[in-house]
């Protein structure tokens, strides 16, 4: 393992990964209180060794290297659970990596069991029991402990030999297509911080009786606002508050008198929403 942190060692690294066919790749981030994500780590796995790029000393870096390298045809990406990677990678590098090999969308398919998480995957595969007791650590920390740098390791330590078993039964049971299918998907990534598509990323139960006009308008407001102000988005208003603010009044209901429980509701909610909007 070498911890990489400096421009040399960072040119030294890129020009082994690029030589390569396959890698192994993961990233450790936090969001909990921005919307937008920092990148803390990048760890990518060659057949002989692993890389732990610090991206807290990324002004030391030409980040053109690595995003030759991600969208380098010739070198598979395989990654656990790639979603959220790939977002973090595409603020910093305005890139979207590829070719991917999913190895959870791969179990998803030949293993029926979808979103299986990675420890769970290393165990059923490997029979190796990881712990999870640093997923949620203080990544930005420096100097990184031995035990974050072992967790780090371990996330792509296994992969070499998870994909070599889920590419076989792939093969097997004939789900390549499909598999292709569902990883062409995730070049809407690109599309994860537009504003005119938040609305989609808030669920809704009973469609019908939202109006989605009315959603996209308040949803867009949000999105803007917590970009801005580097906010979870929820920080700002709640998706609960916008669902309510955006449901349909029935024609009945508006010619009833203002004592009417719903529509108290709803306007108090609506004047919840302008309030916020006011106050940020």
């Keep these: 393992?070498?911890?990489?942190?400096?421009?040399?060692?960072?040119?030294?690294?890129?020009?082994?990964?690029k030589k390569q066919k396959i890698v192994y790749l993961d990233t450790e981030f936090l969001r909990d209180k921005t919307y937008w994500p920092l990148l803390c780590i990048l760890q990518i796995k060659t057949a002989r060794k692993t890389f732990i790029f610090d991206?807290?000393?990324?002004?030391?870096f030409d980040l053109l290297k690595l995003k030759e390298i991600f969208e380098n045809k010739d070198i598979l990406k395989v990654i656990h659970s790639c979603k959220?990677?790939?977002?973090?990678?595409?603020?910093?590098?305005?890139?979207?990596?590829?070719?991917?090999?999913?190895?959870?969308?791969?179990?998803?398919?030949?293993?029926?069991?979808?979103?299986?998480?990675?420890t769970s995957l290393v165990k059923k595969i490997t029979k190796k029991k990881l712990s999870k007791r640093h997923q949620v650590s203080d990544w930005s920390q420096r100097p990184l402990s031995s035990k974050q740098l072992q967790y780090a390791?371990?996330?792509?330590?296994?992969?070499?030999?998870?994909?070599?078993?889920?590419?076989?039964?792939?093969?097997?049971?004939?789900?390549k297509k499909k598999f292709s299918e569902e990883i062409?998907?995730?070049?809407?990534?690109?599309?994860?911080?537009?504003?005119?598509?938040?609305?989609k990323k808030i669920r809704i139960n009973k469609r019908k009786s939202v109006d989605l006009n009315l959603l996209k308008t308040f949803a867009k407001w949000r999105e803007k606002k917590a970009q801005s102000?580097?906010?979870?988005?929820?920080?700002?208003?709640?998706?609960?508050?916008?669902?309510?603010?955006?449901?349909?009044?029935?024609?009945?209901?508006?010619k009833e008198n203002s004592k009417n429980k719903k529509l108290n509701s709803y306007l108090k909610?609506?004047?919840?929403?302008?309030e916020a909007k006011k106050f940020v």
Aim: glycine content about 2%; hydrophobic content about 45%; overall charge positive.
């Design 1 to 17: 393992m070498e911890i990489v942190q400096d421009n040399k060692s960072y040119e030294r690294a890129c020009k082994l990964i």
């Design 55 to 60: 991206f807290l000393k990324k002004e030391n």
């Design 229 to 254: 102000l580097n906010l979870p988005r929820n920080w700002i208003v709640s998706d609960k508050i916008l669902i309510k603010a955006a449901k349909k009044i029935k024609t009945s209901e508006l």
């Design 269 to 274: 909610d609506f004047i919840f929403l302008l």
């Design 84 to 118: 959220q990677d790939l977002e973090v990678i595409f603020l910093n590098f305005n890139s979207i990596i590829f070719p991917i090999f999913d190895t959870q969308i791969a179990y998803s398919l030949v293993g029926g069991e979808e979103n299986i998480g990675y």
């Design 153 to 175: 390791v371990n996330d792509v330590r296994y992969l070499s030999k998870i994909y070599k078993i889920l590419s076989n039964e792939l093969s097997i049971k004939k789900k």
């Design 184 to 199: 062409k998907k995730l070049d809407s990534i690109k599309d994860i911080y537009k504003i005119e598509n938040a609305w």
